[in-house]
């Protein structure tokens, strides 16, 4: 089984920057890819980024710019930079990861709130 746990929310104001973290664990191996989604009060999930075993990256169209994912194979962690911040990116941010056994998993979120 893999566990994924999210870090480094906040509020910071507009035009700000914060990076979040995911640390891994369990059975890494079978991580296919990883990514990170966002979830505002009353609103769909939505796709930020993801990015895959062989280091493919993909961006949603509202965060294309401004948000980079990366990762550090070392220490078995996934990070996602934020920049140029706007209080529309206020959500909640899940980390996932995806292996071939139980599909898409979940970690619990952590609050990025973007105000003055």
């Known amino acids: 089984q893999v566990h994924v746990v999210e870090s480094g929310g906040g509020l910071v104001q507009p035009g700000g920057s914060l990076r979040l973290s995911c640390a891994a664990s369990?059975?890494?191996?079978?991580?296919?890819?990883m990514g990170w989604y966002r979830q505002a009060p009353g609103k769909q999930r939505e796709l930020v980024a993801v990015?895959?075993?062989?280091?493919?990256?993909n961006y949603g169209d509202s965060v294309k710019g401004r948000f980079t994912i990366s990762r550090d194979n070392a220490k078995n962690t996934m990070y996602l930079q934020m920049d140029s911040l706007k209080p529309e990116d206020t959500a909640v941010y899940l980390c996932?990861?995806?292996?071939?056994?139980?599909?898409?998993?979940w970690g619990q979120g952590t609050q990025v709130t973007v105000s003055s």
């Open positions: 996932s990861a995806l292996t071939e056994r139980s599909g898409w998993l």
């Open positions: 369990g059975n890494i191996f079978s991580i296919m890819a």
């Open positions: 990015i895959t075993s062989s280091g493919s990256t």
